[in-house]
């Protein structure tokens, strides 16, 4: 039998045990979060241990030179496996839109995100939300003066509350067959410590990022929002403090992360490994889950790029998931998994996946239990 199944099979039989009695409960940040909620963290801070799950962003919804075809899946038909992690965006729900900025409609990315559940992944879901103030997208850079609008006695604090009460009842809609919530990691306002973002660190100040973070966090919880693990998720940074300045408190935060793309260069593996050493060293101090939140080769120049960059940054690290962006289907080279008409780099990613500590869907286990 190969070793990686063996271990597999061992680890899941292991994993069914113990939900009989159920491991021990770890703090989520929301105090009243749903028990699946509390559940996924749990389970997710043990199988950290064990490897680092493999995700990708709208991975069931569209892929190289498709759109919305029944089980397909880039990934799955490169290497064999669906990943653990699947992302979605929500950016232009605010507005009251029928589809998000990369075109792929709410009603079907609820669908999406119940057949992952169901499957036993995990969904996590990011939020390019348009410029509140000016009305532009989210790179709208033009204006500091956009977050102050939203809080409590600015401009747009009306208009953040409509926001806040539609992105409620998006995550409140999330719900199985039986009506449980299915728990959701929420990574919004990310890359601050960037500068390409409306949220981020030259447009706002240090105080008013963590004011709208937990104002955020506040708003959804007053609205019956529990299903939620709050990612949060920072560009570049160079020490402990420079991570850490808008931090915006234990009680708001699950999970820490950073984005990193690999570019022609940019001297991508020396900045990954700084980062996650400080990474690393913050999510220990605070007990929080440590994870690459977002990451990729655009077209995948490097044939060899999961072996030979990717995987020596992970293994060993603790690191709970890296998450791959998307392979958009209208929008030629913009991939960062591979796909099956890209043989040299699909052989790459199926050794990369078949690696025991990189985790896929069915390696993970019971996860909401």
Known sequence: MNSKIFSVTAFMLMSTFAACDGPDSVATSDPEATPQTVALLTNLKTLAARGTMIGHQDALAYGEGWYDEAGRCDFRDACGHYPALFGWEVGELEQGAAYSLDSVYFDRI????????????????SWHSRNPFTGGDAWDVSSSEVVASILPGGAKNALYEEWLDRLADFFLSLKDDNGTLIPVIFRPFHELTGSWFWWGRDLCSVDQYVALWRYTADGLRARGVHNLL??????????????????PGDGYVDIVGFDAYDQPNSGFSDDVRAR????????AAHDKLPAFTETGSEGLKDPEWFENTLYPL???????????????????????????GYAPAAQNMRQFVEREDVLTLDEIGLLYE
Do not use: C
Request: overall charge negative; proline content about 3%; charged content about 15%.
């Open 110 to 125: 609820r669908d999406y995100m119940k057949q992952v559940y169901a499957w036993g992944g995990v969904n996590t879901l």
């Open 230 to 247: 709050w990612a949060y998720s920072a560009a570049g940074y160079a020490s402990v403090e420079e991570f850490a300045e808008r931090y």
């Open 276 to 283: 996650t050493a400080i990474l690393l060293e913050f999510a």
């Open 314 to 340: 992970l293994q060993g690290q603790g690191l709970s998931y890296v998450m791959l962006w998307r392979n958009a289907y209208n929008i030629p080279g913009h991939f960062y998994a591979a796909w099956p």
